[in-house]
């Protein structure tokens, strides 16, 4: 059965020994990012944390507890979703994108199930009360300081909402979108939305803004993990997150009307905030915000919300994340995301075998890339390819090796590629898209990349001397000593 909600995610995770209930009081101020900081970059991402004790700007005791590092190891991570291996969603996908349809009455009833599977992903709409709306406050009875927003670094500009589910609709298509994107807390009805011009919930504002119409927002917080993950899914804009997550689940995802706008909200989810935008107004500075590069990005002027609404269950968790030097939480998101869209990238680029971005890379600045090399040059045919495919075209540095390499062990892709290259013969450079965090490009969201071919080069690529063998012991030899090892007192670990 799926998770339906955090709690129940929350109890899972307990029921495996990965929680860590802190009852001792902590502040949402710096405290609980400075604990949360230490557990995430234990090894395998240490264990889950549910604080019960917080304490507010004020020093008052929140009455709702804070889960973070929930999402925190690949075995949360696969928990979230449902799965044992991640790759098998993976797999889901790739059936789902080659129906080969067989031969013979029996073989075709047999591929009955599986298209009565994607007809269950699109998410319902419950009628009558639901959980996320226990608790209806609107109006100037809205205030956001009485939830325990955490401020995580000492130069933020404020407290920020780091794991919300940001829901928006196309004002052309009707398409809703739902987006994780970081958001400050400017008062008690007073929220920066932070959009990355890259994303989809930007687009959509800018097409409200020059319609001249107000653009209602809704702001989830919790729900069922799989459609917590999937608001950072680099998803097509024309696919529904929700219809994506209930597709992870293979179960709807049950939504409800949201009480002050016209938008749909997760049924399940543990607190909601309602509002708009309007473009008429002037952009309000956000920011500093201490980033997953590392490094804090600027204060810079976006878009307010203004709250309508706050509804919530009766006894609502916050979930947050942390961000900053890596590896933290958002890795191990990463690395789902990794595996789930391998078989869409192949869709496109067939030869690649495996791809990886490192924690170090931060996403976005360093993709390791295997590939079936059948014809010089294609692993520049591979590079451009994937820097036209969504966000990847933010990509700063590929790196490009051949099948064998496993590109899941950084040490062993860079130890490959470095012996592989002659840098001037195989480095590229191309101007494009960056991320809007890059702090080193030359201008804003505007600059650099570069293409490294660590593959074995062929003579047609201008390799003309005999290229060495990798040193491998014999499979004899090495048969010999695995049964000889008992016996010769070698503890390794």
Known sequence: MPLNNLRQFVSAIEEQGELVRISHPVRARLEIAEIADRVMKSPGGGPALLFEHVLLDDGQRSPVPVVINAFGSMTRMCLALGVEDLDTIGGRITELLNPKVPEGLLGKLAMVPKLAE???????????????????????????????????????????????????????????????????????????????????????????????????????????????????????????????????????????????????????????????????????????????????????????????????????????????????????????????????????????????????????????VAIDKQYPGQAYKVMNAMWGQGLMSLAKVIVVVDKDVNVQDPDEAWWIALNNIDPERDVRFTMGPVDVLDHASREFTYGSKMGIDGTRKWAEEGYHREWPDLITMDDATKTRIDEMWPHLGIDLP
């Not at 407290?159 to 398409?175: F, K, Q």
């Not at 409200?208 to 993950?229: F, K, N, T, W």
């Not at 690395?335 to 680029?349: D, K, N």
């Open 118 to 368: 994607v007809a269950k992903f699109p998410p319902r709409t419950k009628k009558g009360r639901a959980p996320c709306q226990e608790v209806v406050l609107e109006g100037e009875a809205c205030d956001m300081t009485r939830f325990p927003i955490l401020t995580t670094w000492p130069q933020d500009g404020g407290p920020y909402l780091t794991l919300p589910l940001v829901i928006t609709r196309d004002p052309e298509s009707g398409i809703r979108n739902v987006g994780t994107y970081r958001v400050q807390v400017l008062g008690p009805r007073s929220l920066a939305m932070h959009w990355q011009r890259h994303k989809v919930g930007a687009a959509h504002w800018r097409e409200m803004a020059a319609r001249g119409d107000r653009m209602p927002v809704v702001i989830a917080l919790g729900g069922d993990p799989a459609s917590i993950y999937s608001g950072s899914a680099p998803l097509p804009p024309t696919i529904d997150e929700f219809i994506f997550a209930g597709f992870l689940r293979k179960a709807p995802v049950e939504l409800v009307k949201a009480k002050t706008c016209d938008l749909d909200v997760p049924a399940e989810a543990d607190i909601v905030i309602e509002g708009y935008i309007d473009p008429a107004e002037d952009l309000v500075l956000e920011g500093p915000f201490g980033d997953h590069t590392g490094f804090y990005s600027l204060a810079d002027y976006y878009p307010e919300v203004h709250v309508t609404a706050i509804t919530q269950r009766a006894d609502p968790l916050y979930p947050a994340t942390l961000v900053g030097r890596p590896p933290m939480e958002d890795f191990y998101m990463g690395h789902a995301t990794e595996r789930i869209f391998l078989p869409l990238l192949r869709l496109t680029v067939p030869e690649i075998v495996d791809y990886h971005m490192p924690a170090p890379g931060i996403f976005h600045n360093l993709v390791f």
